[in-house]
């Protein structure tokens, strides 16, 4: 019986393994590095705390910053406060979570052009 409890709780091979990304590493996670999910979005996240890119063919600006152990943007089209959320990370593979639940689900790779401290923009 615990054989089959096992087999039935572990897992499934090839499965991601998530783990919560906490505050000194969630700055390092994003800099320079674009969350994008191939069709619908895509957000470049500045070491400046600027963001720029596209949501469903609209250009996306705003703002990035880290608060405690949650990542936090504000996008400048919306009058809306800053939207914050818990970071899962499985290798390249991040999601956003807000209360709980997966508000996005992306890859985050390298931006190509990255920015540079100080530099301009």
Partial sequence: MLAAMVVLFTPAQGELSWRKVH???????FVDHELADGVHYAYQFRS??????????????????IASDEFCWTQARRAAAA????????????RLLHDGYDAFSAAL????????EGSPQ
């Fill in 48 to 65: 400046d705390g600027t963001l720029t890119g596209f949501n469903m063919g609209k250009a996306i600006r705003g703002t990035w910053r």
């Fill in 23 to 29: 505050g000194p590493d969630l700055r390092a996670l």
């Fill in 83 to 94: 939207e914050c959320f818990d970071v899962e990370r499985s290798g390249s593979s991040i």
């Fill in 109 to 116: 790779t390298p931006v190509k052009c990255p920015s540079r």
